[in-house]
T-cell receptor, first 116, second 113 residues
Framework: DVKVTQSSRYLVKRTGEKVFLECVQD?????MFWYRQDPGLGLRLIYF???????EKGDIPEGYSVSREKKERFSLILESASTNQTSMYLC???????????????FGPGTRLTVL | QKEVEQDPGPLSVPEGAIVSLNCTYS??????FMWYRQYSRKGPELLMY????GNKEDGRFTAQVDKSSKYISLFIRDSQPSDSATYLC?????????????FGIGTKLQVIP
């Protein structure tokens, strides 16, 4: 059973703080993703990674960075948190194959981040 | 124009009703089509997956794809209160050499007992 875990369910931080969100998957997936989900805007891709130490910008990378030092772990970093980064953050992982059902993304439970 | 359009709802139906959820898209490169279900305070989970135009059934759920009209649907028969959730369509474009997934904003469904 695939499991994607996120370090916190709820997080409250102050403006200007550096914030780390951790994601770990246990299925040896090559691909990992960070999304934020906001009402009326849906899921928006922040960054993704197809291999260790590899990262690619998604649709909204500004204000974020990522780190993938190990295959199972993908971290999202908010260098200087701002109030407009208050959101639900979802991590996901999937196999590398481009075709077939392995395209399924497995999501973690999400971290609800509030920046005051 | 967004690549994927989905009505956010909310959609409220009585138990036992047939539910129709829809998405339209503009990118002809989308090849794979998925429906995810997201319960409150949880991450999305895959419900249905289709590739070609036509219908695919799984129990009470039917996914329909019409590539010529760029339109996909999810039908839920005999809806149950446990079906109350947000349903997100998702579409995959592999043309760039890697999978790029675009999600709809999700339709919130409430099934009233």
């Amino acid at each position: 059973d695939v499991k994607v875990t996120q370090s916190s369910r709820y997080l409250v931080k102050r403006t200007g703080e550096k914030v780390f969100l951790e994601c770990v998957q246990d299925m040896d997936h090559e691909n990992m993703f960070w999304y934020r989900q906001d009402p009326g805007l849906g899921l928006r891709l922040i960054y993704f990674s197809y291999d260790v130490k590899m990262k690619e910008k998604g649709d909204i990378p500004e204000g974020y960075s990522v780190s993938r030092e190990k295959k199972e772990r993908f971290s999202l970093i908010l260098e200087s948190a701002s109030t407009n980064q208050t959101s639900m953050y979802l991590c996901a992982s999937s196999f590398e194959r481009l075709a077939g059902v392995s395209n399924e993304q497995f999501f973690g439970p999400g971290t609800r981040l509030t920046v005051l | 124009q967004k690549e994927v359009e989905q009505d956010p709802g909310p959609l409220s139906v009585p138990e036992g009703a047939i539910v129709s959820l829809n998405c339209t898209y503009s990118n002809s490169a989308f090849q794979y089509f998925m429906w995810y279900r997201q319960y409150s305070r949880k991450g999305p989970e895959l419900l249905m997956y289709t590739y070609s135009s036509g219908n695919k059934e799984d129990g009470r759920f039917t996914a329909q794809v019409d590539k010529s009209s760029k339109y996909i649907s999810l039908f839920i028969r005999d809806s149950q209160p446990s079906d109350s959730a947000t349903y997100l369509c998702a579409m995959i474009d592999n043309s760039g050499g890697y999978q790029k997934v675009t999600f709809g904003i999700g339709t919130k469904l409430q099934v009233i007992p």
